[in-house]
C-alpha cells in the first residue's frame, strides 16, 4: 500500500465522486478506479459502492477514511518536522560552558536570542572546565561550547573570541584597599589568595598564578573555594582576596568590593569553540545569533 493510494481513497471518499476526485487529483478517471480496486483488493474489502450520482463509502469504507486521514495527517506532519529540521528550525543543540562563562553578558544574551528565535530547538547545557569541554566537542558528545582557552587550544580553527575579560580584585570590604580607585596586585602580596581547584578551571588558574607572578610576588593560597561562584563568599567571609572575572561582579554578595587592576592588567579571554565538519543547520543559527551579538557589542 502506497500513500498515494490512501490519498486517492480520501479524495473520491470527500468527493463522493470518481470524476470529480479525478479532476481534484490531476489524474484520468480510468486509472484513478483502478488504483481505488487494487487498493481494495490489498485490503479484501470493498470501499466504496456503486450509487446513480457517484460513490459512497461502504463499512468498511468509513472505517478506513478515519485511519486514512490519520496517516494522511501523519506523513504532512512528518513531512513538516523534516523540512523544519532541515531549515534548523527544531531539533537540539548541545551546549557546554565554564563555570564562569554564564555570567558574561555575552553568553547569556546569544543563548536568549537563540532560544526567542527558534523556540522548537531543545538547548541541553553541560557545564565542565574547558579541556574536558573540547574533549568532549571533538567526541561529538556536545555541539558547541564557551570556553577559556589556553595558549594550547588557540590554535583551533574553530574558535570564535567572544570577549577578553579584565581580571578584577575581589577584597572584603573590610579591607583597607577596598575603596581604592584602583589598585596595583603588588599591594595585595601579603595577603592570603583564595582561588578554586585548577581542575575546575584550568585557563583560569593559570591566568591568576600567572598575574600574581608577574606582579612580583608567589601567591599564598588561603582557602580553596568548589567552584568560581563561591570564592566571592569567601573573600566576603574575609579568607583573603581572589582574582575573578569582570563579569562575576553581578554576583550579588553582600560584604565584597570589585576593584580595577588597571587598564594594563590581566585578562581572561572567553570563546566559543565547536567542530569545523558540523553541517547542523541548528549549530550554524547559533553561531550567526552568536556572531551577531559580538558585533553589536
Not at 504532512?76 to 557546554?96: F, K, N, P, T, W
Amino acid at each position: 500500500m502506497e500513500l498515494r493510494h490512501i490519498r486517492y481513497f480520501v479524495a473520491v471518499a470527500e468527493e463522493a465522486n470518481f470524476t470529480r476526485a479525478a479532476a481534484r487529483l490531476g489524474i484520468g478517471q480510468p486509472p484513478l478506479s483502478q488504483q481505488i480496486k487494487d487498493l481494495e483488493r490489498e485490503i479484501g474489502a470493498a470501499l466504496f459502492r456503486r450509487v446513480p450520482r457517484g460513490a459512497e463509502l461502504t463499512a468498511a469504507g468509513q472505517a478506513f477514511l478515519d485511519e486514512a486521514r490519520a496517516v494522511l495527517a501523519g506523513a504532512d506532519r512528518a513531512v513538516r518536522a523534516a523540512q523544519r529540521a532541515a531549515r534548523g528550525e527544531q531539533g537540539r543543540l548541545r551546549l557546554g560552558f565554564t563555570g564562569s562563562a554564564p555570567y558574561n553578558p555575552m553568553v547569556t544574551g546569544a543563548v536568549r536570542a537563540f532560544r526567542d528565535a527558534f523556540p522548537d530547538v531543545a538547548v541541553e547545557l553541560f557545564e565542565n572546565n574547558t579541556a574536558m569541554l573540547l574533549d568532549a566537542l571533538d567526541g561529538h558528545a556536545i555541539d558547541a561550547a564557551f570556553v577559556r582557552p589556553g595558549p594550547s587550544d588557540r590554535h583551533r580553527p574553530s574558535l570564535l573570541r567572544v570577549d577578553d575579560e579584565a581580571l578584577l580584585a575581589v577584597l572584603s570590604t573590610a579591607h583597607p584597599l577596598a575603596g581604592a580607585e584602583s589598585l596595583a596586585l603588588a599591594d595585595l602580596a601579603a595577603d592570603d589568595l583564595v582561588t578554586f581547584p585548577r581542575a575546575a578551571g584550568p585557563e583560569l588558574h593559570r591566568l591568576v598564578m600567572s598575574a600574581c607572578r608577574a606582579a612580583g610576588f608567589e601567591p599564598r593560597i588561603g582557602q580553596e573555594a568548589p567552584q568560581i561562584a563561591s570564592v566571592v563568599n569567601l573573600v566576603a567571609a574575609g579568607f583573603g582576596f581572589s582574582l575573578v572575572p569582570a563579569s562575576i561582579r553581578q554576583v550579588g554578595v553582600v560584604g565584597v568590593s570589585y576593584r580595577s587592576l588597571g587598564a594594563d592588567g590581566p585578562r581572561a579571554p572567553l570563546s566559543l569553540a565547536w567542530r569545523t565538519d558540523d553541517r547542523s543547520p541548528v549549530v550554524a543559527h547559533f553561531l550567526r545569533l552568536a556572531r551577531e551579538r559580538i558585533r553589536a557589542a
